[in-house]
């Protein structure tokens, strides 16, 4: 991996470049997913089945759509029983952490006749999209759907694209764990477009959460508006701040972990120690190349790895805040102290042994995370996103009329006579 110093001409290109990749969707790709988005919103399962058969090579038809309960429980089944006890671990994780989210309805009385309040209720249905490209994610699935029942949704639907018409078990695994109510084989745009506007097959949903492709991200880009999203995820990240204290190899495999995701996955170090920096360097060189994503590692590492030389972990942790990562990990001495200075990042992670793989599996917080510095205003996907709020007001007459001179007057302000009006109308002799 490279070594640059946070104070070179260098450093601050390749930063610019680290802040600015993948952001941007070309007007070719928006083209080309508004069209598949068009098609299925006015030919739905007819366009829905051909842009899955074009693109996921099957020969998918609206009856087969969707996944029967035979055809998952015996998917299901083919699991090998001890990666089944890893998901269910994971399982028991995620809801123990996930439950803490739950809110409540609140009322505000104020005592002269007005009542304030907010009234939540669960969405009615989550539609959430499952990776099949490059790799199958059970662990997304399992992020997902378990914040979504433990809010109470009513009805949770999947959609992940299929080989030879067969579900991946491990999706079909997760799937039963979490709670899906019904599993969809098709992926892409054409899915996400599925989901926002409804087919005769696939229903209309409330909220679609779940990373995907750049076709995915644009698709629901698109579709947002007429549909809830979680998040536009870009490429995966992590930060690393590290003292000379850190251990080189630990650092190094988080760093390779990241790389591995795919060619546009970032990786930094920020370090004031050039020894632990060049120690790191050559731990990552000596085990890329035995890794099996070798190739992966080597276009991510090269275009978007690096391990910054800054002046102190002051500077590492500013720079990790204007970075804003997905994942942030802190391998100094006291870690608990240097965290309460990050104010950007998806989820941290403290000390040597927090390595961020707990976090994507067994940990229990959720890794559908903020990319792409959206962790400066967004947060992590929960169970309060799978939530709505409406308010609720009631004011007695005697409480109406205590706030009805400021009301009208505030109508009249911006120039609103009938909002006014309708204050007016309320009052002893109004309506004369």
């Not at 994610?137 to 378990?146: E, G, N």
């Not at 204050?423 to 002893?428: A, C, D, Q």
Request: hydrophobic share 45%; with cysteine.
């Amino acid at each position: 991996m490279r070594i640059i110093r946070a104070d070179s001409q260098e450093f601050r290109e390749f930063f610019r470049s680290l802040r600015q990749r993948g952001t941007a969707f070309t007007p070719e790709l928006l083209g080309t997913v508004a069209q598949i988005i068009q098609d299925v919103r006015i030919k739905g399962d007819e366009a829905l089945c051909a842009y899955s058969n074009k693109f996921d090579g099957g020969e998918l038809t609206a009856d087969g759509l969707e996944a029967t309960e035979t055809e998952r429980k015996e998917a299901a089944s083919t699991v090998p029983p001890e990666d089944r006890e890893v998901l269910e671990l994971a399982a028991r994780r995620i809801e123990k952490y996930h439950l803490r989210q739950s809110a409540a309805s609140y009322e505000l009385n104020e005592g002269d006749g007005s009542q304030l309040g907010q009234k939540l209720m669960p969405l009615e249905r989550a539609g959430i999209y499952a990776p099949g490209g490059k790799a199958s994610y059970p662990s997304t699935l399992l992020m997902a759907a378990i914040p979504a029942r433990i809010a109470g949704v009513q009805e949770i639907i999947l959609t992940s694209p299929v080989k030879d018409g067969r579900l991946n078990p491990l999706i079909a695994a997760a799937a039963e764990i979490a709670g899906v109510n019904r599993v969809f084989k098709v992926g892409g745009a054409q899915a996400v477009a599925a989901l926002a506007y409804g087919t005769k097959t696939v229903p209309r949903v409330d909220i679609i959460v779940g990373p995907g492709n750049a076709y995915v991200a644009a698709a629901k880009k698109l579709v947002f508006g007429q549909v809830a999203i979680d998040m536009i995820a870009g490429p995966s990240e992590v930060a690393i701040i590290a003292d000379e204290g850190a251990q080189p190899s630990f650092a190094a495999a988080d760093l390779l972990a990241q790389a591995e995701h795919d060619e546009m996955a970032a990786a930094v170090l920020f370090t004031p120690s050039e020894s632990l920096a060049r120690r790191v360097a050559d731990e990552t060189q000596k085990h890329r190349a035995i890794l099996p994503r070798k190739n992966i590692i080597e276009a991510s590492l090269s275009q978007y790895g690096a391990i910054i030389i800054t002046k102190d972990l002051d500077q590492a942790v500013e720079l990790a805040n204007l970075l804003a990562p997905e994942h942030l990990e802190l391998m100094v001495e006291n870690p608990s102290f240097w965290v309460q200075r990050v104010r950007n990042a998806g989820s941290v992670f403290l000390g040597n042994f927090t390595p961020e793989a707990l976090g994507d599996y067994t940990a229990g917080a959720n890794h559908i995370l903020p990319t792409e510095g959206t962790a400066r205003f967004s947060s992590p996907l929960g169970v309060y996103d799978f939530y709505k709020r409406m308010s609720v007001l009631s004011f007695s007459p005697e409480a109406f009329i205590r706030l009805s001179g400021p009301t009208e007057r505030f109508a009249r302000m911006e120039g609103l006579d009938a909002h006014a009006n309708s204050i007016r109308v309320r009052l002893p002799g109004g309506n004369s």
